[in-house]
T-cell receptor, first 114, second 115 residues
């Protein structure tokens, strides 16, 4: 299994541009989520999904959209990038039900908005 | 929602000493408490976790304790080694209803182990 795969690893955007961070997992996990990590702020939940066709907002959803058309994929869209969205983004997944506590992170995507 | 406070934000110890990181949580319904280690430039990785029906759990040099009454839990690392240097995150997971799927993290502790 490849686990959780994120692309791209590094990206520089201009203010106002849009882009999509891709996330895929091959573990058949129902739960997927996106976090952003900023210095001194820990990991903050942006959006999450408990299955295909179901998404919900986390702690810091503004400026981001998600969709979950398949179990495997959970892309994160930045609609109009702002410098405040400069961050490291982690996609994560976990199974649900028994044993569904361990969360698996992708390698991260470093995004800079200039 | 859940709020997780983590202290200290930075911790420096000598190799061989013990390190303790403490977290408090606000939601008494939270029932699962993992700890993650993140090395520089890497993803967070689970190192130990504890469920709310257990008071202490050990795995070699690391241990976690949980006090449900006081709503706090701690990570203990004994005989620290330079490779223990990393950022450590605590987290709390609510176990029921629509928030079952959320994991709230503390802000992290940068642990430095000096040789």
């Amino acid at each position: 299994n490849a686990g959780v795969t994120q692309t791209p690893k590094f990206q520089v955007l201009k203010t106002g541009q849009s882009m999509t961070l891709q996330c895929a997992q091959d573990m058949n996990h129902e739960y997927m989520s996106w976090y952003r990590q900023d210095p001194g702020m820990g990991l903050r939940l942006i959006h999450y999904s408990v299955g295909a066709g179901i998404t919900d907002q986390g702690e810091v959803p503004n400026g981001y959209n998600v969709s979950r058309s398949t179990t495997e994929d959970f892309p994160l869209r930045l609609l109009s990038a702002a410098p405040s969205q400069t961050s490291v983004y982690f996609c994560a997944s976990r199974p649900t039900g028994q044993g569904g506590n361990t969360i698996y992170f992708g390698e991260g995507s470093w995004l800079t908005v200039v | 929602g859940e709020n997780v406070e983590q202290h200290p934000s930075t911790l420096s110890v000598q190799e061989g000493d013990s390190a303790v990181i403490k977290c408090t949580y606000s939601d008494s319904a939270s029932n699962y408490f993992p700890w993650y280690k993140q090395e520089l430039g890497k993803r967070p990785q689970l190192i130990i976790d504890i469920r709310s029906n257990v008071g202490e759990k050990k795995d070699q040099r690391i241990a976690v304790t949980l006090n449900k009454t006081a709503k706090h839990f701690s990570l203990h690392i004994t005989e620290t080694q330079p490779e223990d240097s990393a950022v450590y995150f605590c987290a709390a997971k609510h176990g029921s209803g629509g928030s079952n799927y959320k994991l709230t993290f503390g802000k992290g502790t940068l642990l430095t182990v000096n040789p």
